[in-house]
């Protein structure tokens, strides 16, 4: 199920077939216990599980982003893409994969910002082909206000915009590669004010000086085992609805 470890043969034989997944993610910093590659992670590992319910294939992820706001490009590590460059990466990926035999698409978002520059490339993508179905995703768009309820049951939820490197995402990467987590450098922490409105460069009171906005120590393995499998489950849904 993952492209890259096929063989041009085996690829052939299944391209058309199944549904391809595509993980869109980032090189961004996620705090001090978290790796730079956390929105990587998350999609793909979330893709592989989706995989073992239904047809799909795992093309490898796109590993960068578009620039992360609130920040986060001043902290040494987030290495970010132009929004042109994340258009045309996409837009190259899903026509040739398209070119192969490829009709049935889902992209499955890890970072917040992406969101537009990946639906841009989609719609460049539909105005070409005519007999292509492509979803766009993102994980934390498929959470239930009831499993949010639970999750944040004690820390209390402060939005999604917050939960970088907090709760959600230090779980599942607990539970999906917990050899990536530094356990004995989780912490909570927030920025001095969080204005509704962005300046640019950011001010420094505007930034958390860890890189984590929110309460990570409230993460656990167990809570992201029960995220991980409310979130495949969504996803299985709605590749057999919409795909
Ligand atoms: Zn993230
Ligand atoms: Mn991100």
């Known amino acids: 199920m993952l492209v890259e470890h096929m063989t ?7 391209v058309a077939r199944r549904i391809i997944i595509l993980p869109v993610g980032s090189l961004e910093q996620h705090g001090p216990h978290l790796p730079l590659n956390v929105d990587v992670v998350i999609p793909t590992s979330l893709a592989k599980t989706v995989c073992e319910e239904l047809d799909g294939m795992v093309l490898p992820p796109i590993s960068y982003g578009y620039k992360a706001q609130g920040g986060g490009q001043l902290f040494p590590g987030t290495t970010s ?7 045309n990466l996409t837009l190259d990926i899903l026509r040739e994969t398209y070119r192969h035999g490829g009709r049935r698409f889902l992209v499955l978002n890890g970072h917040y910002e992406n ?3 990946v639906t841009e490339a989609v719609e460049l993508f539909g105005r070409a082909v005519n007999d292509a179905t492509v979803v766009i995703l993102s994980w934390w768009d498929q959470v239930s206000d009831e499993m ?8 209390g939820f402060p ?4 939960e970088h490197a907090a709760v959600t995402e230090t779980s ?31 001010p420094d009171d505007t930034l958390p000086k860890s890189g984590v906005p929110y309460k990570a120590t409230h993460a656990s393995r167990e809570k992201g085992e029960q995220l991980a499998k409310h979130v495949v489950d969504a996803i299985v849904q709605i590749a057999r609805q919409e795909l």
């Open 172 to 202: 599942l990467v607990q539970y999906f590669a917990p050899e990536l987590v530094r356990e004995d450098r989780i912490l909570d922490d927030q920025s001095e004010r969080m204005p509704k409105y962005s300046v640019f460069p950011p």
């Open 115 to 117: 969101t537009a520059f």
């Open 81 to 87: 893409l132009d929004g042109t460059t994340l258009i």
């Open 8 to 14: 041009w043969e085996e690829y052939r034989d299944e």
């Open 159 to 162: 939005g999604w915009e917050l």
């Open 148 to 155: 949010v309820d639970e999750l944040f049951a004690e820390a």
